[in-house]
C-alpha cells in the first residue's frame, strides 16, 4: 500500500535535514533550516542576494487539489518533496533541495501532470494563500470517476466550504528574458559558490 511509500519519504527528509543540521552547511543555508522543514512554506527557506532577490528564477509548486497523493515526486525528488499529512498531498518543502534533472524526473513522471514551475512572486502568493485550505477528497474521485477534467471540489461535501482549485501560470522557460535571468543568477551563484571557496582556502592555510 501507501504507507511504505510514507515511511521511505519520512527518511528522505530526516536524512535531509541531519545533513543541513550537521554543521557542513551548504552555500550558506541557513543554519536552523533543518526544524522549519515541512513547518514553514518553502519560499521562506530560500536563500536571497543583498538585495532581497531569490539566487533562482523558477520555483517549483504543486497544485495539491490535483495531486493524487501517490508518492512518486517524494520518493523521486526526496529532498525537494514530501506527503503533507492532512491531507496526503505532495508539497514541495525545499526549493532546489534536489539537482535540477531529478526535480524534471519527478515532473516528468508525475501521472497527474500536477507539478509546475512558477515565478518567485507566484510561488509566495500560491504558498501564502493555501495556508488553512480545505481539500474535498470526494470531488477528486467524483470528477474521475465522471471523467471530468473541471473543478467541482466546492460542489461536493457537507458542511464545510472547500476551498477552491488555485490558478497557476505555468512559467514560459523558453521565453528570452526568463532565460536571460535565468543565465544571470546562474552566473551569480557561480561567483558566490568561488568567493566562499576561495575564504575557506585561505582559512585553511591559515590554520597549517
Excluded at 524526473?105 to 508525475?110: P, W
Amino acid at each position: 500500500g501507501g504507507g511504505g511509500g510514507d515511511s521511505e519519504v519520512k527518511v528522505g527528509i530526516e536524512q535531509f535535514q541531519s545533513i543541513t543540521g550537521s554543521g557542513d552547511v551548504a552555500f550558506g543555508q541557513i543554519v536552523e533550516m533543518d526544524t522549519k522543514l515541512g513547518v514553514v512554506d518553502s519560499h521562506e527557506l530560500v536563500e536571497l542576494d543583498e538585495e532581497g532577490e531569490p539566487l533562482y528564477e523558477k520555483f517549483v509548486y504543486v497544485d495539491e487539489h490535483a495531486c493524487i497523493g501517490c508518492t512518486n515526486c517524494a520518493c523521486v525528488a526526496a529532498s525537494t518533496f514530501f506527503m503533507e499529512e492532512e491531507h496526503g498531498r505532495a508539497r514541495v518543502f525545499s526549493q532546489n533541495g534536489d539537482a535540477d534533472d531529478i526535480i524534471e524526473e519527478a515532473i516528468d513522471t508525475c501521472p497527474v501532470n500536477c507539478i509546475f514551475y512558477v515565478p518567485w512572486n507566484q510561488l509566495v502568493s500560491l504558498e501564502v494563500n493555501r495556508r488553512g485550505q480545505i481539500i474535498n477528497n470526494k470531488a477528486r474521485l467524483v470528477s474521475q470517476q465522471e471523467g471530468r477534467g473541471g473543478d467541482v471540489s466546492a460542489l461536493v461535501g457537507g458542511v464545510r466550504k472547500f476551498s477552491r482549485r488555485q490558478r497557476i501560470r505555468q512559467m514560459d522557460e523558453e521565453d528570452p528574458a526568463y532565460q536571460q535571468r535565468a543565465q544571470a543568477k546562474k552566473e551569480k551563484r557561480a561567483a558566490m559558490t568561488a568567493a566562499q571557496e576561495q575564504d575557506e582556502g585561505e582559512k585553511t592555510s591559515a590554520d597549517l
